[in-house]
């Protein structure tokens, strides 16, 4: 019995070894897990007229809020998407709420350059970087998109670039409620 | 207990030591495959600063990327006192981006640094500030906001450098597997490194140095007595931990005092102790003679208070005392931790992760102490073979440290010997075990052709029938000039400029493993010895390592061998094509091509 007893044990340490090292990898994981189902945190920014705009003028609404910048290749390459799902889908309450982690200057010459983009941005550094950290963004990661629903819970959260056909799967039921 | 339960745990043990140690390189080699569910680094993780400088005001910047980053050459800044400095910042990789074109990026290696200097040239007051700030993304889609690290200038390393030398493409840097050690134990948490290093121990504990040591230990430890499986428990656990303990000791003491560890494994009185020790530790296991604490150490102990207290004492002295007895085989992570001490000053990582080391060592003595001795094989001839086996290994251990400070062919024709007369006496005793007998006769074999081979003059224990095979190889040493003092050194290297030759230096040691390496497969081959025709080659030989040879390593930024530098025909070092690790001939080829290249 005794002999089986150390088998057992050893073959729980070769676990836990494993277990243990493969806990650090998650660590980013977990926070944005858990921020799933619990409800939006209300933040404010400055919009690119320099006015502090509050997150609950769109509380009703089914929101996308997209952390992104300028000097981001991937968050360049999903806006006009964003752009083109607001434009269908503005009347049935989807908004879409850029947060641009980046100066003044470039953030205003790539939205001169896409037209196309008409839904409401705002605009910080610091202070934009702890509105990510309160979304789960941890490691500060751009682009950084959360999807809301019409009661302000948070059901969507992805790093990296987002996919119209995803965006698109994600919002329409919401979009029902 | 049966052989074969015994060769199932042992099997256990290891895949446990394995995964654990392995699961880095594991992790490394399914990335590499790309999984979708690969998680972004913290940039300070995935880009990470490494900056020097000079007592000129001189700076050289460097970022340690990880595999799959890139960081944008553009955004780096160098702010001091509020004014932007200029940068020199090498050619990077071009990327084409849709809103900023063609874009530079730097990946690892980042072989070649970025420069810049303070406009008051080194007459700056040590706290003044630097921001430098740096930006980039990962290849799996997400950029980073940029990130302002915040310096005073003590912060940074002091250091020679060499300001001159063209601002080159990437290029491998080779670190020797002590510097991987340091570099991962500063990046790794804690937590990791401690399984890490358990894993190390446990790997080691099966190693010929250590391994021998179990029934020798537990049969003192245990002694013949029958114990309750507590106290027998207990004695074990205060054996491991003390030298656990002494190792974490040890290591503190040595790492901050800085001195090289490997120089006193190469005194040859330091030697002589340990061949000797381990000497008699085989005689023990061939059964000449039986080893037990001295019967005065017993009686002094049993004097401390109850017998009992006087065990425990007896057991933690046994276990510092081995401890130290087996360091020598366990350099490579040993080192490794010091290193890291000796360079960060963090004593309590390095202590933490050496107990660690020590803990895993002590694992097999921890279960086979406990069970008490019930998993030894029985007294007779199956314990006698075992133990004949270990004494083997223990004398090639002797035989192993010996060759530090004796000629080789000595060592050779000794191993050849103990090959030969061991093989023998296994096989006298090997009765109808068909896997004894044809494991004797295979060393026999290999014996009599290492006694053979080094008859005709092959110098190596791994090829004994080398000079059969290849009559046109020469194993040729290189012409170094043996360098002693730094003055030395730039005269030589002047003297070459000024015959617009190359030069190269090597730094080498007795105790250094690569440069051994570096002798028998690289600079021994005459391919190497034609495309080095025309450089002046010297050599720098730091096995005393007094206190003109840490003169020059200091001055060229090194903690030890091995190193190969070389300058260029102006006489200037090109920084760049430093060699810091063994090379084969192949890489050491290329890399000589490519420097000539370049100029």
């Known amino acids: 019995m005794r002999k089986y007893a150390w088998i057992g044990l050893m073959l729980l340490f070769a676990i836990a070894g494993f277990a243990i090292v493969d806990i650090q990898r998650q660590q980013n994981d977990e926070v944005q897990k858990t921020l799933l189902g619990t409800p939006l945190p209300t933040f404010e920014l400055a919009d690119l007229e320099g006015n502090i705009q509050s997150s609950t003028q769109w509380d009703g609404k089914v929101r996308l809020i997209n952390l992104w910048a300028a000097w981001c290749p ?98 329409e039921p919401l979009l029902e409620q | ?109 980042m072989a070649t640094p970025a420069r810049f200097s303070l ?53 491998e840097v080779e670190f020797s597997v002590q510097d991987k050690i340091v570099n991962e134990l500063s990046t790794k948490s804690l937590g990791v490194m401690v399984f890490i290093f358990l894993g190390f121990g446990l790997l080691l504990a099966l190693t010929p140095c250590v391994l021998p040591m179990v029934p020798i230990v537990s049969g003192m430890i245990i002694g013949s007595q029958n114990r309750s499986a507590t106290r027998a428990f207990l004695l074990t656990s205060v054996y491991v931990l003390a030298m656990a303990s002494t190792y974490a000791v040890f290591g503190v003491i040595v790492g901050l005092g800085g001195a090289n560890v490997q120089v006193w494994f190469q005194q040859p009185a330091v030697i002589a102790v340990f061949v000797a020790i381990f000497v008699l530790l085989a005689a023990s296991m061939f059964g000449l003679f039986e080893l037990r604490m001295p019967s005065k150490m017993q009686m002094y102990f049993s004097q401390m208070g109850s017998k009992q207290r006087g065990q425990y004492f007896g057991a933690a002295l046994m276990g510092s005392g081995s401890a130290l007895i087996v360091a020598p085989c366990i350099t490579p992570p040993l080192v490794g931790a010091l290193l890291f001490i000796a360079q960060t000053g963090d004593a309590i990582t390095g202590a933490v992760v050496l107990f660690s080391l020590g803990l895993g060592m002590g694992v097999p003595l921890w279960i086979i102490g406990t069970s008490m001795g019930k998993w030894l094989p029985k007294p007779g001839l199956a314990m006698k073979r075992i133990n004949a086996l270990f004494g083997l290994l223990l004398l090639g251990v002797a035989v192993w440290m010996l060759d530090r400070v004796v000629p080789e062919t000595l060592t050779l024709l000794l191993g050849g010997l103990l090959l030969v007369g061991g093989g023998i006496y296994l096989f006298s005793m090997s009765g109808k075990l068909l896997l004894w007998r044809g494991f004797a006769v295979t060393i026999i074999l290999y014996g009599v052709l290492i006694l053979f081979g080094t008859s005709v003059g092959s110098g190596s224990f791994l090829s004994p029938l080398a000079p059969f095979m290849q009559t046109t190889e020469k194993h040729e040493e290189l012409p170094f000039k043996q360098i002693e003092k730094l003055a030395e050194l730039e005269a030589t290297v002047s003297e070459a400029s000024l015959k617009q030759q190359w030069s190269m230096l090597d730094f080498y040691a007795d105790w250094c493993v690569s440069c051994k390496e570096l002798e028998t497969f690289t600079f021994s081959k005459e391919k190497v010895h034609k495309a080095l025709n025309g450089f002046v080659l010297m050599q720098v030989d730091v096995t005393e390592n007094n206190a003109e040879h840490q003169r020059v390593l200091k001055h060229f930024g090194l903690y030890g061998p091995p190193a190969i530098l070389f300058f260029g025909p102006d006489g200037k070092e090109r920084r760049s094509a430093r060699l810091v690790g063994f090379v084969s001939e192949k890489d050491f080829l290329r890399h000589l091509a490519h420097l000539q290249e370049r100029g």
């Open chain 1, 74 to 171: 991937p968050c360049r390459r999903e806006i006009p998407a964003f752009a083109e799902v607001y434009d269908f889908y503005a009347e049935q309450g989807f908004v879409v709420v850029g947060i641009a982690i980046d100066e003044l200057e470039p953030v205003k010459k790539f939205l001169a350059k896409h037209g196309q983009v008409k839904y409401p941005q705002m605009i910080g550094m610091q202070d934009a970087i702890e509105i990510g950290s309160k979304l789960g963004n941890a490691n500060g990661g751009l682009p950084y998109s959360v999807i809301v629903d019409r009661q302000g819970i948070i059901r969507f959260i992805r790093q990296g670039e987002l996919e119209k056909d995803t965006l698109l799967n994600l919002i």
């Open chain 2, 119 to 171: 406009p008051d040239d080194g007459q700056a007051n040590l706290t003044n500030l630097l921001h430098i700030t740096y930006q980039g993304c990962a290849d799996l889609g997400i950029c980073y906001p940029p990130t302002t690290k915040i310096l005073a200038l003590s912060d940074i390393p002091l250091t020679s450098l060499n300001l001159s030398g063209p601002v080159a493409n990437n290029e």
């Open chain 2, 1 to 109: 207990m049966k052989l074969s339960h015994k060769v199932f745990l042992l099997a256990l043990l290891c895949s446990w030591a394995v995964s654990v140690s392995a699961q880095t390189p594991i992790q490394k080699l399914i990335d590499q495959f790309g999984s979708t569910q690969e998680e972004p680094l913290p940039p300070d993780q995935a880009f990470q600063l490494d900056m020097r400088r000079d007592s000129n005001g001189n700076f050289e910047l460097r970022w340690d990327i990880s595999k799959d980053y890139y960081l944008y050459r553009d955004k780096i800044k160098v702010v001091y006192f509020d004014a932007e400095l200029k940068v020199n910042k090498p050619v990077g990789e071009t990327i084409s981006d849709e809103f900023f074109g063609t874009t530079q990026v730097y990946r690892y290696p």
